[in-house]
């Protein structure tokens, strides 16, 4: 059993890690029972830490294999003499491992219990082994009455598999789901886990193997995690200078909006970028230059030459921080199409983007959901609903490298489909994003590829909110990540 924390890992569909079930079983290698007894004892060892030899735990088992793993770990609690009261429902058709769970259960002089939702709200400890993976459809109103009781209680929380009413594959759930503190998650990280509501209801996650690795296929979506900064960035030659690392553009900030562009350019520089030109409202000047005079601005009222000179200058453009949805952001944004830069478009861009036929695919996307949605023309409660369905179709649709930012942001392109479950709610105040757009336009401006700088990015912002959160999330601004930034892209 490990932390969910390696450099990269795969993550699958449920039904993927089912298949590899059945393909250990056909191999002889595994019965389905013993793998049951497997999972049950890898939650075994994970209560034991939480153990004090007096606190009762409280089963919740289901009807089918989620229910047998939770019988099982009863049991074991059991011989181990730990006090246990054990919830669950009927069940008329248990399968053969759920049948057998039950016997061992009843042998070690378990009782089974109607789920009692007063005696839910006053536990300690709750295994919850509803559901997993078998949720299917609406939940009954008895299992929402549970739920809620588990989300009620003051109790520690761990979840056999996946929280029960969280779907494996998407991360959405559409009534209620346990909020677990620990998914102790089995033969397969499940692809859910990581992203949407389910990083609310499964914070901590770790691993059970159980012996199906040989039987999972290639995985097409993994994590990426803070150990990809290890090695990323190499010493710098001792000859460098400042046009050795990149020149960036930054366009953006119409009227009222100097703000975004302007943290946009700091977390550029922060990267490591060599250069970095703000391209903005000639009022914002002071704005921009007043507390970062290394920021050089250019002031545009309309697009003219001395515009596509500065454009030209850049080896990337980062446009939409702050642009507006007036014409002159819509002709800034025609201006960068009409280069041959590759870019960074976030923000108003994306909204311009909706309603303009661009010529370019050289960029890479950062919408959050509500972007995602215009762009797709779907409700953000779609895009919500399956958060790795919308990047795809983002990709799909615009090219490039797609960023789909929230809770478990996705980066995709036309091969490779990552997530990077980092950051904290902190980063749900304004500015974050535009820092974000200036980090990864940095990174690439110092020749990272797009796809590496928009994941470097993300990981990078998302450890730097996780640093200046350690004074609060509540309050942490944009300009927080700034000193973390430069210190992440100096891990050598």
């Known amino acids: 059993m490990s932390e969910c924390n390696p450099i990269s890992t795969a993550l699958y569909l449920s039904e993927q890690v089912r298949q590899a079930e059945v393909d250990a079983v056909a191999n002889s290698k595994l019965s389905l029972f013993q793998l049951v007894e497997k999972a049950a004892q890898a939650a075994f060892t994970a209560l034991h830490e939480r153990l004090d030899g007096s606190t009762e735990v409280l089963v919740l088992a289901g009807r089918g294999n989620n229910g047998a793993d939770a019988f099982v770990t009863a049991a074991l ?22 049948r057998l769970a039950i016997e061992r259960f009843h042998q070690l002089g378990g009782v089974i219990c109607e789920f009692n939702t007063a005696n839910i709200t006053k536990a300690r400890i709750i295994v919850d082994g509803l559901l997993g993976t078998g949720i299917r459809g609406e939940l009954s109103a008895e299992y929402v009455q549970v739920i809620e009781a588990v989300n009620q209680s003051p109790a520690w929380v761990l979840s056999l598999d996946v929280p029960s009413g969280v779907d494996p594959d998407s991360g959405s759930y559409e009534a209620v789901a346990v909020e677990a503190d620990l998914t102790l998650t089995f033969g397969g990280i499940k692809q859910g886990l990581l992203t949407g509501k389910a990083r609310h209801c499964s914070p901590v996650i770790k691993f059970a193997d159980l012996g199906l690795s040989e039987f999972l ?16 960035f190499k010493p710098r030659r001792r000859d460098a200078h400042k046009g050795s690392h990149g020149k960036v553009s930054i366009i953006g900030g119409d009227y009222g909006m100097a703000g975004a562009v302007r943290l946009a350019a700091e977390g550029c520089l922060r990267s490591g970028a060599g250069l970095v030109t703000v391209i903005s409202r000639p009022e914002h000047q002071f704005i921009v230059s007043a507390t970062h005079p290394e920021l050089m601005f250019w002031g545009c009222e309309l697009v003219d ?11 990337v453009l980062v446009i939409g921080p702050g642009l507006g949805s007036n014409d002159w952001g819509y002709n800034l944004l025609k201006a960068v199409d009409l280069t041959d830069k590759p870019c960074v478009i976030d923000a108003d861009g994306l909204n311009q983007l909706k309603s303009m036929p661009m010529t370019g695919k050289d960029w890479v996307l950062t919408p959050h ?6 762009l797709l023309d779907i409700s953000i409660t779609e895009v919500e609903r399956d958060r790795y369905k919308a990047a795809k179709q983002l990709q799909q649709k615009y090219g490039g490298v797609v960023v789909l930012k929230g809770a478990g942001t996705i980066i995709c392109d036309q091969h490779r489909c990552v997530v990077a479950a980092v950051g904290n709610p902190g980063l749900a105040s304004g500015g974050c994003g535009d820092v974000l757009a200036g980090l990864i336009g940095g990174l690439m401006a110092q020749g990272f590829a797009h796809f590496e700088a928009a994941y470097l990015g993300v990981i990078i912002h998302g450890e730097a909110a996780d640093i200046a959160a350690k004074e609060g999330e509540r309050g942490m601004l944009a300009s927080d990540l700034m000193p973390y930034i430069r210190q992440l892209v100096n891990q050598i």
């Open 217 to 232: 296929p290639a995985s097409s979506i993994s994590q990426v995690t803070k150990g990809r900064l290890k090695g990323a």
């Open 77 to 98: 609690l059991i011989e181990a003499g730990v006090d246990v009261q054990l919830q669950a429902s009927e069940s008329l058709t248990p399968s053969n491992e759920l």
């Open 369 to 374: 959901p509500g972007e995602a949605a215009r």
């Open 305 to 315: 030459m001395e515009v596509y000179l500065k454009l030209g200058w850049a080896s």
